[in-house]
């Protein structure tokens, strides 16, 4: 599995409990009595205010640590969150990668690297697809698109929770600002193959918006709108946790903003099963390049 570079929960200092049984020297995990105040990425703690581990899994009240206990403590002893220079500069280093370098990968939940190959077409028509030379996809709309007309290619989604997080933009290289066009688009989606619906995230030349579809091509509604003007790129996010689809943005890669959620079957019959990336020259010009920079689903 991929850890999330914009957990940005991991760096909140508001974790404290106690131990909910006595901790002794080399023991590899400790139970505290109550985990919910604490980050579930990796993080760090102190015992007693004297032993400082790092968190490395969360299973319920059972914490892993490392390096293993090194001295003794009692039940009810204090454990809380605290930032160490050491996770100081590992956040700087990931939030820097998350800010200025955003991943480049293109991943699935198993945290397998895939390429344009590994997806099937979605209305291909005449799009076309390629890696770029760092590990990102770019779709290029060989002809000027109908304004909801989605090219894309998907795979299968995997069984919930999942959520799938990409950094998308218009154009690649130097190519970026060229024919961004009103009403061209590119970004996430989330389909049902049984019926054809399908959710579109999109980052679009006027303003984006999170769509439901009746098939690739025919538009049911807008559900959220929540970007003008952004020709450049944007973070986004398509979460189903079993009970609902959710759409998120971040400008940063690092703090999110949740625009949307709904029932994952009150649009789809039975939900998701198929996610992908997709875009469209809507108004804008042919041979238009959309860039996938980076697509992970976790």
């Not at 049984?21 to 579930?40: K, L």
């Not at 403590?73 to 800010?99: F, K, M, P």
Request: with cysteine.
């Amino acid at each position: 599995m991929v850890t999330k570079p914009f957990a940005r929960e991991r760096w909140t200092l508001n974790g404290e409990s106690t131990l909910n049984v006595a901790a002794v020297i080399n023991d590899t995990t400790i139970t505290v009595n109550d985990a919910a105040s604490f980050p579930t990425a990796r993080f760090s703690i102190i015992i007693d205010d004297t032993d400082i581990h790092t968190v490395t899994y969360i299973s319920a009240n059972t914490f892993t640590v490392d390096p293993v206990i090194s001295s003794n403590h009692a039940q009810y002893s204090t454990v809380r969150h605290v930032l160490t220079n050491r996770s100081i500069d590992e956040g700087i280093a990931e939030a820097s990668q998350t800010l200025l370098h955003p991943l480049n990968r293109v991943l699935d939940k198993s945290g397998t690297t895939l390429d344009d190959t590994d997806f099937t077409w979605l209305n291909q028509g005449s799009a076309s697809s390629d890696m770029d030379d760092q590990g990102g996809i770019v779709l290029t709309m060989a002809t000027k698109e109908t304004y909801h007309n989605i090219r894309g290619k998907y795979i299968a989604a995997p069984s919930t929770p999942w959520t799938c997080t990409a950094y998308v933009e218009f154009g690649y290289g130097f190519e970026r600002w060229f024919g961004s066009g009103v009403g061209s688009y590119v970004g996430l989606f989330g389909r049902e193959s049984a019926t054809g619906k399908l959710y579109m995230l999109t980052l679009r030349g006027d303003v984006s918006a999170l769509w439901q579809m009746d098939d690739e091509a025919t538009f049911n509604s807008d559900v959220g709108s929540f970007l003008d003007n952004s020709n450049w790129g944007a973070w986004l996010q398509l979460e189903d946790d079993g009970t609902n689809v959710i759409g998120r943005i971040s400008y940063n890669g690092y703090d999110y903003k949740e625009q949307w959620t709904q029932n994952r079957t009150t649009f789809l019959a039975g939900g998701i099963d198929q996610i992908g990336f997709g875009a469209s020259s809507g108004n804008g010009t042919a041979n238009q390049l959309f860039h996938i920079k980076s697509w992970i689903l976790e």
